[in-house]
């Protein structure tokens, strides 16, 4: 099994690693041309916000785009369980810079935008004060954009139209040149750029109810089970695991707990890593009102710019906290398998899809509690 | 080769309106709150004049005809 290569060196409890200690530990930047674009297709990474998109493939076609893109370092995290980027951020600064340094010079970009979840202000410190310690040739590439704290606003196209415009929604318009990549994604670039193959590991926050909820990074040949026992174990019987965040779906715990994690076998599956949440569902809560509540916030995070989107997933909500609050019936049940597939794939941005098949992984996984369900009030998520 | 068109809707533009069902209810219903839902798949010839009448209708110009791209990648 890979040991942690990305949070390696000094203890992530002190601080920020500085510029000494990280040239010091892995070398300075080695500056790779296109080659380095062929190196990053050969590892097989993809990204790590979410998409799980070919950072090789991505590149590439930024890169026969033209012009000079934007070099857009995503470290929103909306993602309400995930903390894996901020602690990345926080700890290990160097890296995204590397990361994002070479994606500026391999793409002939003169712009490197961090772009920081307004909340996330230790992490930001921590990535002002690298940008400070670097040479003048690359701290003046940077600029910090703060990203406001919806869910929408780390979407890439959301990130592209925030920093060019100064617009954190998503657009239809022709978006300018960009690469958008997410700060972990960045980080193993880092490391690829010097090692020339494939790290094998990933960020993952464990959260629910697990004795430690918090970030690791773990071997990608590593199971579900095995990133819960790193956890510290569950703190009761677990019923099911969101695998990869409200993007995610939920998957049945007997299930899920043999899973590895790599990101490309689980997309094989049809499941996703996703930003990298495993969040356990104690078998004491209730799906049904855990997924009316996650579908409540995700309707809420809608910006409201697209009608499927805003109205769709605002009665999606509301269907589903009927059956939460009152009970199962016919009705609700049958409007939220039909608007599910209507409302996929009808908005701006993935915001839509990925609020419907979270909840199409909610009506496969837990099918008798949706049909059965009694009415009680709805506990609110965790 | 006959070129293959297919309708697009530009979701933030569309407001709803439901010109475009009512022009075109072959390929173009509304969703229960008037969006429109677009058939999949390229438009019939037959009916490249209604579907080029809704482009040209739609009151905040949401929709449009654009060649399809021709898939050659294998595996997709």
Redesign the interface.
Known sequence: MNEPRLLAGRDLRSGAETYAEHVSRLGPLPRRGAVLIDLLTASGLTGRGGAAFPVGLKWRGTARAGGSPVIVANGAEGEPHSKKDRLLMSARPHLVLDGAFLAAHVLRSRQVVLYIGEHHQMARAAMERAVAERPPHERDLVRVFSAPARYVAGDSNAAVHAVTAGIALPTTLKPAPALVQNVETLAHVALIARTGHATGTVLVTAAGSVAHPGVLEVDTRSTVASVVASAGGVTEPARAVLLGGYFGAWVDYDRASELQLDPTALKDRGLTLGCGVIGLLASSRCPVCETAGIMRYLAGESSAQCGPCFFGLRALADACSRVANQGANAQDLGRLERWASEVAGRGGCRHPDGAVMFLQSALRTFPSDFAHHSAHTARRTA | MTRAYELR????????RGLCAQLLPELIRL?????P?IAPGPVPEHLRPLAERAVEDCPVLAIALRRMETRKAAGR
């Not at chain 2, 969703?31 to 969006?35: A, Q």
């Open positions: 809707i530009d979701r933030i533009r569309c407001d709803g969703d229960d709150w008037g969006y839902i």
